[in-house]
């Protein structure tokens, strides 16, 4: 695992740095959620991050992206977590793009990823039915009639359903829930008929969507990768989608602990300023520590799926487990911190708390990968 950033990396990460700070900060999150925005998104930010070519990081060159990688998408993730950027970022360019790659065929691949990659085309990948994230669990119905497939059932906690264009659909051509065989990923026009697309208003003022399939017909053609055994790229890629989530999330730890560490060195109490209170410095030294390990456990699951490593799904599950206990506790105590303004919304400690409660929650929370970490390593 290479402990520092290449030179190329790290350019990538002084220009999204830059981009998402001046460009995206937390006041454009605020701005979206006060006028109710509709898309939930701005347009005009995404065409200057399409622009920058972070929608087409994990595209290959020859199909109009960048190819830089794992590493550079966590990068982009990171800084983006740093503001609060809400952007089709992580659905289109990380679970959408990687998805197409890892399973599509190349005509699917030639007519889809330059789509990403120029900003012409949204996704979402349709997977979650239950309270809690477990992909064998799905269940929803995918019979296949001659050429075609009939879907029928729902989706929940669909991230960016709503604006979508093309979704990816995980349903079971056979099995049951549980059995990790009988999955199958299907593309899925958002207006094809008998889809019925929800919007539903998350605490953290993002995208999500619930999705209804009333037997909608898709053609096998549209299925990505072979009928029935989906399983292996799915879990790939989720592997990528939680790896760059908590790259995101380490961001958001990052900010939460630079602001708060600036205001316990300006607030006074009593005449005195209050980090020179022993049990604040006892408490903004736990969270460096935390902040530290996070930036090292990040880093080695963006390696290893850099390098294709065969622990990928031990250290991305470590990565996102770490990362969970981390963005609970620093955004607590961001809150705590800044004392009773830090329950208002006059500061941002509150938004990102609240986004670190759902980032918790998608593609897994702790529970999930600490059982996942065990099950991995034979317990």
Known sequence: MALVLTEEQTMLRDMAKQFFTEQVPVTNLR???????????????????VELGFAGILIPEEQGGTGFGPIGLGIVMQEAGRTLAATPLYSTAILGAGLILAAGSDAQKAELLPQIASGELLTALALEETAHHNPKQ??????????????SGQKNFVIDGHIADKLIVVARTSGAAGDANGLSMFLVDAKAKGVTITRTHMVDSRNAAIVSFDKVNVPVSDALGPLGAAMAELESVLDLGRACLAAEMLGGIEAVFDTTLAYLKERKQFGVIIGTFQALKHRAAEMFCEVEL???????????????????????SLAKARLGDAARLISNEGVQMHGGIGMTDAVDMGLYLKRARVQSQLLGDTNFHRSRYAELGGY
Request: glycine residues 4%; contains cysteine; proline residues 2%.
């Open 294 to 316: 996070c930036q090292s456990v990040v880093l080695d699951a963006l390696s290893a799926l850099d390098e294709r490593r065969n622990d990928v799904p031990r250290a991305v």
């Open 31 to 49: 701005k979206l959620r006060d006028e109710e925005s509709a898309e939930g998104y701005d347009k005009a930010v995404w065409q200057q991050i």
């Open 138 to 151: 799905v269940a929803m119905s995918a019979e296949q009639n001659g050429d075609q497939i009939i879907l």
